[in-house]
């Protein structure tokens, strides 16, 4: 059974931190891209930041370039985003996810394999 559970979301001020990370099960966790995606009241959901099976190749959404950092861990199989510089606009449900086989650095939903529950991210001004 596939599981991706997200953790660290929480409440923050403007310009706080927050790191949150993802623990995948169930699949062979390194022959999938990973990626972040938030879904904010009444929007649609979009791609913050992804992350090749290496490590080596990342993209970020413009709104989140220089405060957002994607990375991984191989070895336990976990997925963390890095977030600085936190803004009231960053508040929505964070969701983890892998991409299907063949789709990588992109912020299409629709290539998206597997979903965790997500994480409620709040700031406040």
């Known amino acids: 059974q596939v599981q991706l559970v997200e953790s660290g979301g929480g409440s923050v001020e403007a310009g706080g931190s927050l790191r949150l990370s993802c623990a995948a099960s169930g699949y062979t966790y390194s022959s999938n891209c990973m990626a972040w995606f938030r879904q904010a009241l009444e929007k649609e959901r979009e791609g913050v930041a992804g992350?090749?099976?290496?490590?080596?190749?990342?993209y970020y959404a413009d709104s989140v370039k220089g405060r957002f950092t994607i990375s991984r861990d191989n070895a336990k199989n976990t997925v963390y985003l890095q977030m600085n510089s936190l803004k009231p606009e960053d508040t929505g449900m964070y969701y983890c996810a892998a991409k299907r086989r063949g789709y990588c650095l992109n912020n299409d939903p629709l290539t998206v394999a597997y979903w965790g529950q997500g994480t409620q991210v709040t700031v406040s001004s």
């Open positions: 992350i090749s099976r290496g490590a080596d190749s990342t």
